[in-house]
């Protein structure tokens, strides 16, 4: 019908469907190994995490843009900060005091293989390839 979508829009549509499909799947992990109900549980633990760092991102993007910084150096420092906080996570999920993951091993290893890094690498191959 003549539209397109435009750098914002596409971006939009690719986190919107990254964190649906997150969810999506998180879910039926859950449903799959028979712990239902610390899906509730693991939901709102998540969205707040996220909830903190929808806060640090946007502090972090009125800096990046409206303050002269020098973004070759910068990009060091993005780099490390968000792999600190996936890592992070990560490590947030597995020693929470709810024990929010399951309690085998490797289900944790099938949650953040699956669910943690697959969907990331998917969200930056959709965004910058």
């Keep these: 019908m003549g539209y397109q979508l435009n750098k914002f829009g596409y971006t939009l549509l690719a986190v919107l469907f990254f ?6 799947l998180g879910f039926l992990f859950y449903q799959s190994i028979g712990d239902g109900k610390k899906w509730t549980i693991f939901y709102f633990t998540s969205t707040k995490f996220y909830f ?25 420092y993005y780099l490390c900060f968000f792999s600190f906080v996936f890592i992070f996570k990560v490590f947030f999920y ?28 998917l969200l930056w191959k959709l965004l910058f390839f």
């Design 52 to 76: 903190i760092l929808s806060f640090l991102l946007i502090i972090l993007c009125v800096a990046h843009y409206y303050f002269p910084i020098d973004r070759n150096k910068m990009f060091l």
């Design 94 to 121: 597995l020693f929470h005091k709810n024990k929010i993951l399951p309690e085998k091993w490797y289900y944790k290893f099938l949650y953040i293989c699956t669910l943690q890094i697959a969907p990331l690498l």
């Design 19 to 24: 964190y649906l499909m997150k969810s999506t």
